[in-house]
T-cell receptor
Framework: AQKITQTQPGMFVQEKEAVTLDCTYD???????LFWYKQPSSGEMIFLIYQGSYDQQNATEGRYSLNFQKARKSANLVISASQLGDSAMYFC??????????????FGKGTTLSVSS | DTAVSQTPKYLVTQMGNDKSIKCEQN?????MYWYKQDSKKFLKIMFS???????INETVPNRFSPKSPDKAHLNLHINSLELGDSAVYFC??????????????FGEGSRLTVL
């Protein structure tokens, strides 16, 4: 079974609009972390935002916020006021367990976001 | 200064050859990783090292051999290259315990093309 599911292969949004990228996860571990990364066409992986399983509030980083619904096991990324530079591939990822030493992130298949003017 | 650097960035080689990719991080992190990104952009963990000790060794052909001479370096050697090895290989590092996130810092990737 997939640990991280991103059901939207591609999303399209106009500049200045908000967009939500979906992510659901599957784990039986009560301690986990959820991450979103951006990969522009240039290829580098850019960390955007993190949500811990015990965090009470949804994470926010500038125009990025994470809509964390623990009971539904979803961790959707919301980008407000989209910009042309937001066009990229977006990956949701999870780390399970408390022992972080050497524990890898498991990635979803990604969503391609296209922002138009 | 680049935090996580990989060399070479591009590698084109023939089937059957042996090649290496080197990775260095100057962040003082204690954990390093190799990920493979295939043509469909799927990122899959291959190996992770913590303080030079192999922690994760996913189902990867034994033609792939990682080596960590010290905690700042993690190299990947690939023997007898096959067409299916063509991919982008990402090195990454993270630091447990000092931050709750332990997010991965990625290198720029090494694009391997096997002809």
């Amino acid at each position: 079974a997939q640990k991280i599911t991103q059901t939207q292969p591609g999303m399209f949004v106009q500049e200045k609009e908000a967009v939500t990228l979906d992510c659901t996860y599957d784990t039986s571990d009560p301690s986990y972390g959820l991450f979103w990364y951006k990969q522009p066409s240039s290829g580098e992986m850019i960390f955007l935002i993190y949500q811990g399983s015990y965090d009470q509030q949804n994470a926010t980083e500038g125009r990025y916020s994470l809509n964390f619904q623990k009971a539904r096991k979803s961790a959707n990324l919301v980008i407000s006021a989209s910009q042309l530079g937001d066009s990229a591939m977006y990956f949701c990822a999870m780390r399970e367990g408390q022992d972080q030493a050497g524990t890898a992130l498991i990635f979803g298949k990604g969503t391609t976001l296209s922002v138009s003017s | 200064d680049t935090a996580v650097s990989q060399t070479p960035k591009y590698l084109v080689t023939q089937m059957g050859n042996d090649k290496s990719i080197k990775c260095e991080q100057n962040l003082g992190h204690d954990t390093m990783y190799w990920y493979k990104q295939d043509s469909k952009k799927f990122l899959k963990i291959m190996f992770s090292y913590n303080n030079k000790e192999l922690i994760i060794n996913e189902t990867v052909p034994n033609r792939f051999s990682p080596k960590s001479p010290d905690k700042a370096h993690l190299n990947l050697h690939i023997n007898s290259l096959e067409l299916g090895d063509s991919a982008v290989y990402f090195c990454a590092s993270s630091q447990a315990r000092t931050t709750p996130k332990g997010e991965l810092f990625f290198g720029e990737g090494s694009r391997l093309t096997v002809l």
